[in-house]
């Protein structure tokens, strides 16, 4: 059967409030009011990340925030402190977004699916954080925006992640005007899921963490991996890849099981192999 652990009330004196309940790791961004991504934010993040990679007692990640914005993106004052330095702070710059590059790929590559619950503002690199998840739950009154364009910093790097989860024509419109769309909006250009109210927004997303958490781990990290493998290639290599992809799924053991158990009309009993 499928490993759960009990809840663990959330810890840490840090920018990342951290806890458990029966396979789902949730992470909260708990430096408000901006919780801004700073270098220590980034690097505490990318540290739970990579701590859980191979936790089979973590099935599912879902990443919160506290406050009314969820991420207001990098901590330009930090950044702007180092504009006095002799290199007028390029280095600082390169190494802050290379940290925020690697965080954004580890999510897109991370073997756990990730979720994001979002109540309130994510702009700039916050909506990076929001598009680079795997699934995106918002309240009534998120927002989003990539507001670069009206502070002379182009926001090339949300950019990426922005550019990969809504249309061309949408992304443009985004950062080119800088100017802020509500939940609707970001739901109808396909930013997110599903827009519930406020109260709710907790309850939703868990459950959408332990449906996925029921699932056998190993399918669903094969499956995830696949997702972004394929998307990044041809039609014929697509294909041809992903049918590797079925052969070796159907040779694994959770698919032997899952399909005698529906032959069989019961519960599967997956062994996560």
């Given at each position: ?6 809840i ?16 789902v ?6 430096s ?7 270098l ?27 406050g ?15 504009r ?11 190494k ?22 979002v ?16 699934l ?20 090339s ?51 959408y ?6 699932k ?34 159907m040779?694994a ?11 069989g ?9």
């Amino acid at each position: 059967m499928a490993e759960v652990v009990a809840i663990k009330p959330a810890v840490g004196d840090g920018p990342v409030l951290v806890s458990q309940d029966k396979g789902v790791l949730r992470l909260t961004l708990a430096s408000p009011p901006a919780n801004a991504l700073s270098l220590a934010t980034m690097a505490a993040l990318q540290a739970e990340f990579d701590r859980v990679r191979t936790d089979k007692s973590v099935r599912v990640i879902i990443l919160a925030a506290s406050g009314k914005v969820f991420c207001a993106g990098h901590d330009l004052k930090e950044m702007t402190a180092h504009r006095a330095e002799p290199d007028r702070g390029r280095a600082f710059f390169e190494k802050t977004f290379a940290a925020c590059a690697k965080l954004m790929q580890t999510i897109v590559r991370h073997p756990k699916p990730v979720i994001a619950e979002v109540d309130g503002l994510a702009t700039a690199a916050g909506l990076q954080l929001v598009a680079s998840c795997d699934l995106a739950i918002a309240s009534h009154e998120a927002s989003f925006c990539t507001p670069g364009v009206n502070i002379g910093l182009f926001c090339s790097t949300p950019m990426v992640a922005l550019s990969r989860n809504v249309s061309r024509k949408q992304a443009m419109e985004m950062l080119l005007t800088g100017e802020t769309i509500d939940a609707a909006t970001a739901k109808e250009f396909g930013l997110v899921n599903r827009i519930v109210p406020r109260e709710y927004l907790n309850q939703v997303v868990n459950k959408y963490a332990q449906t996925i958490a029921s699932k056998s781990s190993v399918v669903v990290k094969t499956g995830k991996e696949a997702f972004y493998a394929q998307a990044e290639m041809g039609l014929a290599d697509a294909y041809a890849y992903s049918g590797r992809v079925m052969v070796e799924n159907m040779l694994a053991r959770d698919a032997e099981e899952g399909i005698g158990a529906f032959i069989g009309k019961r519960k599967p009993e997956w062994t996560d192999e």
